[in-house]
């Protein structure tokens, strides 16, 4: 029995609003490009904002971003352990460990 492969939220937006996705992913490329803050800060700040809505599939996949930027675990662990300061525990009892996981197994 052939499994379907479930796409995943971009997917379905770029086909379901390819004109909306792509001015999307112009607006991500202008943030990224913007030249004050190194990527690796910039990555740490993104898995933090994230962690504090508890939106653990957008950590979890910045994770290996943010280790080829050149952040420790210890750097990675302490962006999640500061949104405590914002949303109480939540970033932590939803991130923490699968962020750290997967820090673990990026290469």
């Known amino acids: 029995m052939e499994t379907k492969k479930q ?3 971009m997917e379905v937006f770029q086909e379901e609003s390819p004109e909306v996705a792509q001015a999307f992913g112009g607006l991500i490329q202008s943030v990224s490009n913007m030249k004050a803050l190194e990527p690796k800060m910039k990555q740490l700040i993104y898995i933090a904002i994230r962690a504090s809505q508890g939106e653990t599939t957008a950590v979890t996949a910045h994770v290996p971003m943010v280790k080829r930027a050149g952040a420790t675990r210890d750097e990675l662990k302490e962006a999640i352990i ?26």
């Open 7 to 9: 796409k995943n939220l």
């Open 82 to 107: 500061m949104t405590t300061t914002v949303c109480g525990i939540k970033g932590i009892a939803s991130c923490l460990i699968p962020a750290l996981e997967a820090y673990d197994n990026a290469k």
